[in-house]
């Protein structure tokens, strides 16, 4: 089903029906793959399971000593995420 689809079938104006939707959106922080609203499907597929964030960059977890990802798997496990920063001498 369209947005016009959608604005026609209520009467109402397809920017106005763009802005109500943004507003719930922002009211409940959704994005794509959002744990809360997600199915089993979608959180077993979500594309970011594999990756981690390392120096501000996003790489993927196999690509990270063990011990490291370890560390990720146990944080996710208990509901948390996990960025790591490596030092430079």
């Not at 604005?7 to 109500?20: A, D, L, M, W």
């Amino acid at each position: 089903m369209t947005a016009e689809q959608i604005s026609e079938y209520f009467g109402s104006k397809n920017s106005t029906v763009s802005n109500k939707a943004r507003q719930i959106k922002d009211m409940f922080n959704l994005w794509h793959f959002s744990p809360e609203f997600s199915t089993q499907r979608m959180t077993e597929s979500n594309p970011f399971n594999n990756m981690v964030m390392m120096d501000g960059f996003i790489v993927p977890l196999d690509t990270i000593p063990e011990d490291l990802q370890e560390m990720v798997k146990e944080a996710r496990a208990e509901g948390r995420d996990i960025e790591f920063t490596t030092e430079l001498e």
